[in-house]
């Protein structure tokens, strides 16, 4: 089994920057593909980014050029830098594992981590 916790929501406003965490436990992390989702209220779920246990990184198109998805396998620990941020990406975001590149993933949702972007 592996266990996720997300951190580094907040408050931000548009144009500013947040870095989230996943931090994960259990067996193998280097082997999952790892992936963020994004869920704003009224709308489905979303894969936002996705990393490879190779490092190849794949992008919803809304964030490219914007949000930079990385790995830390000796910490057992996914980022999501997301830069320029606006109201659009407000939302609880989710990591999960065993990411495939339709979306699907391994793990149950944890508690996620809001962001909200307002002025």
């Known amino acids: 089994q592996v266990q996720l916790v997300e951190s580094g929501g907040g408050l931000v406003q548009p144009g500013g920057s947040l870095r989230l965490a996943c931090a994960a436990s259990g067996s193998i992390f280097r082997a999952y593909n790892m992936g963020w989702y994004r869920q704003a209220p009224g709308k489905q779920r979303e894969l936002v980014a996705r990393?490879?246990?190779?490092?190849?990184?794949n992008y919803l198109d809304s964030v490219k050029g914007r949000f930079t998805i990385s790995r830390d396998n000796a910490k057992n620990t996914v980022y999501l830098q997301m830069n320029s941020l606006n109201a659009e990406d407000t939302a609880v975001y989710y990591c999960?594992?065993?990411?495939?590149?339709?979306?699907?993933?391994?793990?149950?949702w944890g508690q996620g981590t809001q962001v909200t972007v307002s002025s």
């Open positions: 999960n594992y065993g990411v495939t590149t339709t979306g699907q993933s391994l793990g149950s």
């Open positions: 990393i490879t246990s190779l490092g190849r990184t």
